[in-house]
């Protein structure tokens, strides 16, 4: 009889806790800045017509393309790498570099070209990085990159990237 109790108090006690805890995220999760007025502004229509279905998913949707995956992620060229929604220049190649992560990695943005905010989606803080001139999501900021540097890594989905070459011979 004891055992029983224990077994359902135990039960009890679990289902409430992960109850708790699927609250708490959910209100983190809507805990981001309040929402920041940006120079280009459509709608998600617009966007959807402009966009592939992968790059409206990325800078829209605020998803993550597959590790390795991405066109950019071992991509050398000399030039800078803009926004795949808005054309703004976001990164100049050489502060790009190869972290192992997956995706491309720079260990700094343009100045002013990035906006940060804060999501939760996967249950604990990241620091997010989106366009500052249209609001799309490019990824992540991370502080494991090159302590010679700025010892940050911004962790960027290749869709969410254009790239120019600075090479006149391309």
């Known amino acids: 009889m004891i055992k029983n109790f224990r077994r359902k108090l135990f039960r009890s006690s679990f289902l409430a806790l992960s109850i708790m805890l699927a609250s708490c995220n959910a209100k983190a ?15 998600e229509a617009e966007w959807k017509k402009i966009l592939s279905p992968l790059a409206y998913h990325v800078l829209r949707k605020e998803g993550t393309e597959g590790a390795f995956t991405g066109k950019y992620y071992k991509h050398y060229k000399n030039g800078t790498y803009h926004c795949g929604a808005c054309d703004a220049a976001l990164y100049q190649s050489q502060h790009k570099y190869d972290s192992g992560s997956g995706w491309p990695s720079f260990d700094q ?19 997010e990085l989106e366009c500052a001139r249209c609001g799309s999501h490019l990824g992540h900021v991370f502080e494991d990159g090159p302590q010679e540097t700025t010892g940050k890594r911004h962790c960027i989905n290749s869709a969410a990237l254009n790239f120019k070459s600075s090479d006149k011979s391309q």
Not at 29 to 40: D, I, L
């Open 29 to 43: 999760q809507k805990a981001k800045t309040a929402p920041k007025e940006f120079a280009v502004q459509k709608t």
């Open 109 to 127: 943005a343009i100045s002013n070209a990035i906006h940060y905010d804060v999501d939760y989606k996967i249950g604990h803080r990241r620091v």
